[in-house]
C-alpha cells in the first residue's frame, strides 16, 4: 500500500468516525423528544484488487447508512391496541362526568328533595289546614323540579361537549391525514435512502396519533410511503388524502360523521368511534339513554302525583288541578321541562282530601305513600322511587367500572409494548457516551496515522532533496 493510500485510509476513517460523533451528539441532544428513534450508522470497509496474489487489501471505511433503530413489527403491534385504547379512554371519561353530575343526585339532589317533597305531604295529612304546613308542600315540589331540571341541563351541557369534542376531533382526522399524505409526497422525491430521518420520525408520530382516534390499518409501500385505510374508505393514499365531515342528522339534530362525497363514515373503534357511540340514541351507553332511563322515572311520579291531586278537593273547594306542569306547554313534560303549577302559589288551591271534610287529610297521605309504592318501571319490574334511584346510581356506576377496567387492561398492554419499544429505539446516555468514547478513541488513532504517514512524507521529500 502506498503512502497516498495510507492518508485516504486514515482520512475516512476519520470522517466515519466524525459522523458517528456528530450522531451521537444528536441522539443525546434528543433523548428526551417524545417519539425520537436513535440513529445508528453503519460503515463497511473499502478493498481493492491487489495484483500480488489477487488479494483484496482494505482502503478505508465508508458509510453505507445512518439508520433509524426501530422495530416496526412492535411499533404496529403497540398500534393494534391504540383504536380499543382511545375508545374506551373516551368513553370513561364522558361516563365519569355524567356520573359525577349523579353522585349528588343521590345524595343530596334528587334522593333528598324527593323524600323532601313526600314528607311535606305527609305532615299536610296531619292537618289539611295548616297554612305552614302547605306552603312546604308548595316548596318543596318547585325543589323537586329545580333539582330533575338541573340533572337534564348537565346531561345536556356533558352532551355539548361531547359533540364539540366530535367536530375537533375530526379536524383533527383530517389535519393529521392532510399532514401524513404531504410527508409521503415529500419523501417520494428522494432518492432512496437519502430520506430524511426526521421526516419519517414526524410521520410515524402521526400515524401513532392517528390510530387513538380510528380504527385504520397502514401500508407501507416499496417508496417509503404509506396508505392509511380506514373501514370503508382511505384516509391517505400516496400524498392525496380524503378529508370527513360532521352533519347534523334529523330528527334531533345528533352529529353524524361522513366521507366528503357524502357516503357514511363507518367507524367503531378510537375517539371518533366512542364519541358517535354516546351522542348515538339507539346504543348503549349513550347520554339519551341515560336522559330516558331518569326522564321515565319522573313522569311516572309526576303522572302518580297529578292523578292524585287533579281528584282531591282543595280547601278553597276547587279540583281537577294538575300539580304539576311543564314550563314550556308547546314541548313535552319530562327533566328539562317541568314546574309546580304556578296556580298553586295560592296554597289553598292544593289538594289534600277527597271529600268536603276540611280536616280530611287521606288524599296528602296518599300521596306521601307514592314514595313506597312500586309506581317506577326499571329493567322490566316495578320499583319504589327510593329502590330505582338507587338503581340508577347502581346502573350509572357500572357504566364507568366498566370503562375504567377496559381502560387499564390497555394500559398495562400498551406500557409492556412500549418498554419494548423503547429498549430498542429509545436513547440510553450510557450507551451513547460509551459510543462517544469509542469513536473518539478511533478518530486520534486515525488521526495519528496520518500525522506519521505525512511526517514519513516529508522525511523523504527532505532526503530527495
Same mark, same amino acid.
Given at each position: ?11 475516512s476513517g ?38 500480488y ?14 439508520k ?9 403491534s ?15 371519561r ?27 305531604w305527609e305532615e299536610?295529612?296531619?292537618?289539611p ?6 306552603? %312546604?308542600?308548595? &316548596?318543596?315540589?318547585? #325543589? /323537586?323540579?329545580?333539582?330533575? @331540571? ?6 345536556? !351541557? +356533558? ?36 430520506v ?21 390499518d ?57 364519541l358517535?357511540?354516546? %351522542?348515538?340514541? &339507539?346504543?348503549?351507553? #349513550? /347520554?339519551?339513554?341515560?336522559? @330516558? ?6 313522569? !311516572? +311520579? ?84 327510593d ?47 460509551? @459510543? ?30
Amino acid at each position: 500500500m502506498s503512502l497516498n493510500s495510507s492518508i485516504y485510509v486514515s482520512y475516512s476513517g476519520m470522517s466515519a468516525n466524525q459522523t458517528g460523533l456528530t450522531v451521537v451528539s444528536e441522539n443525546m441532544t434528543n433523548v428526551d423528544t417524545v417519539g425520537y428513534s436513535r440513529r445508528q450508522v453503519n460503515t463497511s470497509g473499502i478493498y481493492s484488487q491487489s495484483t500480488y496474489k489477487s488479494r483484496n487489501i482494505g482502503s478505508g471505511v465508508e458509510i453505507q447508512e445512518i439508520k433509524r433503530v426501530s422495530d416496526q413489527f412492535l411499533r404496529e403491534s403497540y398500534r393494534e391496541t391504540s383504536p380499543e385504547m382511545g375508545y374506551w379512554d373516551t368513553q370513561n371519561r364522558y361516563l365519569y362526568e355524567v356520573e359525577s353530575s349523579y353522585g349528588n343526585i343521590y345524595g343530596e339532589t334528587i334522593q333528598t328533595t324527593g323524600d323532601d317533597f313526600f314528607n311535606s305531604w305527609e305532615e299536610l295529612s296531619k292537618d289539611p289546614t295548616d297554612q305552614a304546613a302547605r306552603g %312546604l308542600v308548595y &316548596e318543596e315540589g318547585v #325543589s /323537586f323540579c329545580d333539582s330533575v @331540571n338541573d340533572i337534564e341541563g348537565q346531561i345536556s !351541557s +356533558i352532551e355539548k361537549s361531547c359533540i364539540n369534542e366530535l367536530y375537533d376531533t375530526v379536524d383533527t382526522i383530517n389535519s393529521i391525514s392532510s399532514e401524513i399524505a404531504s410527508i409521503n409526497g415529500q419523501i417520494s422525491k428522494y432518492p432512496d435512502g437519502q430520506v430524511p430521518l426526521e421526516l419519517i420520525d414526524y410521520r410515524e408520530n402521526l400515524l401513532d396519533d392517528l390510530s387513538l382516534l380510528v380504527d385504520c390499518d397502514r401500508i407501507y409501500k416499496s417508496d417509503g410511503t404509506v396508505d392509511v385505510i380506514s373501514n370503508n374508505g382511505i384516509l391517505v393514499s400516496h400524498d392525496k388524502s380524503k378529508d370527513l365531515q360532521v352533519l347534523a342528522r334529523p330528527p334531533k339534530g345528533m352529529p353524524e360523521v361522513v366521507w366528503e362525497n357524502g357516503n357514511q363514515y363507518d367507524n367503531d373503534g378510537g375517539s371518533l368511534g366512542a364519541l358517535t357511540d354516546l %351522542l348515538n340514541t &339507539e346504543t348503549s351507553p #349513550s /347520554f339519551e339513554e341515560t336522559k @330516558n332511563l331518569l326522564n321515565d322515572a319522573v313522569l !311516572s +311520579i309526576v303522572n302518580e302525583i297529578n292523578n292524585i291531586h287533579s281528584s282531591g278537593l282543595a280547601l278553597d273547594g276547587s279540583t281537577g288541578i294538575d300539580y304539576f306542569i311543564p314550563i314550556n306547554p308547546d314541548e313535552p313534560m319530562g327533566i328539562g321541562n317541568l314546574q309546580v303549577n304556578p296556580i298553586l302559589e295560592d296554597t289553598n288551591k292544593i289538594a289534600a282530601s277527597s271529600t268536603d271534610d276540611l280536616g280530611n287529610g287521606d288524599l296528602a297521605y296518599d300521596m306521601s305513600e307514592l314514595q313506597n309504592s312500586k309506581i317506577i318501571k326499571y329493567d322490566d319490574e316495578m320499583v319504589t322511587v327510593d329502590d330505582f334511584f338507587a338503581y340508577y346510581n347502581e346502573f350509572l356506576g357500572s357504566q364507568t367500572k366498566h370503562a375504567e377496567f377496559k381502560v387499564s387492561n390497555q394500559k398495562d398492554m400498551r406500557i409492556q409494548i412500549e418498554n419494548q419499544i423503547n429498549s430498542v429505539s429509545s436513547v440510553s446516555l450510557d450507551d451513547e457516551m460509551a @459510543n462517544m468514547v469509542v469513536y473518539q478513541q478511533a478518530y486520534n488513532a486515525n488521526l495519528n496515522v496520518m500525522n506519521i504517514v505525512d511526517e514519513l512524507i516529508g522525511d523523504i521529500i527532505q532526503k530527495m532533496g
